[in-house]
């Protein structure tokens, strides 16, 4: 299970840094309903690259599923989270958890184990600001 796993993070991380060359925009606004998603190797989980060059550090939106949980993970670098729709939740390490509405924003330090779950009827989006490249790895 843990290799299945580490694969799909590996898939994910490879996948989505193709779709970063491609995420040029036609105009320089571009609304929520207009966003091109693509599906993330994990079930019931979608993002879009909103701008920027995954390589150096980019902004993505995610879509998730109504109680979808992503595993406990950790990512290389720091990123800035907003959720835009639904109750998007941040679980820590320790379990705890900090539910976010739309237009709350936290920091998210990069080496810091958490997951993350849609608690809402409604899929959830945010958009993660990443201070460099992306990346992502399960815990331990």
Not at 5 to 30: K, M, Q, R, W
Not at 54 to 60: E, K, L, N, S, V
Not at 61 to 87: A, C, R, S
Not at 119 to 139: E, K, M, T, Y
């Given at each position: 299970?843990?290799?299945l ?38 079930p ?45 939740v ?51």
């Open positions: 299970m843990r290799k796993l580490l694969a799909t993070a590996a898939i994910l991380a490879l996948a989505t840094g193709a779709f970063a060359d491609d995420a040029g925009h036609a105009s320089p606004h571009v609304a929520l309903g207009d966003v091109e998603w693509f599906d993330a190797p994990i019931g989980v979608q993002l879009a690259l909103a701008w920027g060059e995954d390589a150096t550090g980019a902004a993505w939106l995610f879509k998730i599923d109504p109680g979808v949980e992503l595993p406990m993970h950790i990512h290389t670098h720091d990123y800035w989270g907003l959720t835009i729709q639904g109750n998007w941040h679980v820590h390490e320790d379990g705890s958890e900090t539910p976010t509405g739309p237009g709350d924003y936290s920091l998210v330090r990069g080496g810091d184990v958490h997951a993350d779950k849609c608690d809402d009827a409604a899929p959830c989006i945010g958009l993660l600001a990443f201070s460099g490249p992306r990346d992502v790895a399960l815990a331990q």
